[in-house]
């Protein structure tokens, strides 16, 4: 369980985060929304201790702040926005990258049968298994988004950070990955926060969401209680939510 309480990020004089509080339970999916700027990122960087922060953030009862990189790694894994891969790494090279917190400690002896099942397997459910010995920086942008999720799955970590991992992925894929978040919360009750742009597949996703506006939370829980116009309206600031929120409504029936 994560345990976020008064947690507030400054950059230099810009109040970036403000006294955020919230609880994420171990089988819970929760997906931020909030407009550009306002957050998101860095809420996902500082639980993982990336960011200077005041306040606090207890994973399983332990300050973040306390645990060991390695540990951590264990507990939460970030995908980034952004990822850099270098030239001559295959799918399965990135992939077992995220095993390697799984290594002994002191010299890294290579990995083992374990880690190449493990990866397989996330391969092969992710879809990706005929890309297996592909190199990654020849891959499509979405290809290259399931690739850095394996990796992050392959730390088998107990809570996910998602930062827009439908970004490139065609509708197939997206529903795909829906599934597949869902499917691995249900198998591993692991938690998963995620930031999504796409609204509709943030509640396709989530049990409850959380909106962000200008660093302090504006409303968390399920759609049925916080999806509101007006509250759509002042965290994105648009009079056009009512027709946005009228469109969702089909997508979810079509869904069901
Ligand atoms: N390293 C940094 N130094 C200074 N300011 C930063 C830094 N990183 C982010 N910011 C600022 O913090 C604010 C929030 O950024 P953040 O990336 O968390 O927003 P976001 O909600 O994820 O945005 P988006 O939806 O556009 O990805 C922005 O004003 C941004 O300019």
Known sequence: MIDIQGVSVRYGNHQILDDISFQLDDDEIVCVLGPNGSGKTTLLKTILNLVPFSGEILINGQSVKKYPRKTLAKEVALLSQHQVVQRGYTVQDIVLMGRFR???T????GYSKVDFDYVDTLLADLGLWELKEQEVVKLSGGQ???VFLAKIMAQNPRLLLLDEP????DIKYQLE?????????DQRESGILGVF???NLALHLSDHLLMLKEGRILAKGSFSEIGTITNFQTLYETQLVEY???SLEKWQQLLK
Not at 177 to 185: G, P, S, T, V, Y
């Open 106 to 109: 002191g010299l890294f002896n």
């Open 166 to 169: 439908s970004n490139h992925l």
């Open 177 to 185: 990955m829906i599934a597949f978040l869902k499917q691995w919360r």
């Open 144 to 146: 290259k988004q399931l």
């Open 197 to 199: 742009h796409d609204v």
């Open 102 to 104: 799984y290594q002994q």
């Open 244 to 246: 946005y929120l009228a």
